[in-house]
């Protein structure tokens, strides 16, 4: 069974930034963000492989960007200008069996985090 465990969510101004960290207690080829605001779906954020091929959705296209440290299992979501619409629950995801560029659906991914609370009051 795989653990995910993300940290960093927390309360912050519009136009500031977070960083969110996801930590795997195995290694998946492919780690990824979704988001879920209270009575929405959860949708898709961004997501990367182990290889460094990264992708996300067009409304964090420049203000977000993932990176990994595949030493440590870990995935990173920097969120740099912030916007109140971005308030949401934050899930982090993994998946073995994706290939690059090809995983953006939740049902896409097998194991979840806990999520993590964003909240960008304006």
């Not at 182990?50 to 990994?68: E, L, N």
């Amino acid at each position: 069974q795989v653990h995910l465990v993300e940290s960093g969510g927390g309360l912050v101004q519009a136009g500031g930034s977070l960083r969110l960290s996801c930590t795997s207690s195995v290694s998946r080829n492919v780690m990824a963000w979704f988001r879920q605001a209270p009575e929405k779906e959860r949708e898709f954020v961004g997501a990367i492989s182990k290889s460094g091929s990264s992708y996300y959705a067009d409304s964090v296209k420049g203000r977000f960007a993932i990176s990994r440290d595949n030493a440590k299992n870990t995935v990173y979501l920097q969120m740099n200008s912030l916007k109140p619409e971005d308030t949401a629950a934050y899930y982090c995801a993994a998946e073995e069996y994706c290939s690059d560029y090809e995983c953006y659906e939740p049902e896409d991914f097998e194991s979840w985090g806990q999520g993590t609370q964003v909240t960008v009051s304006s």
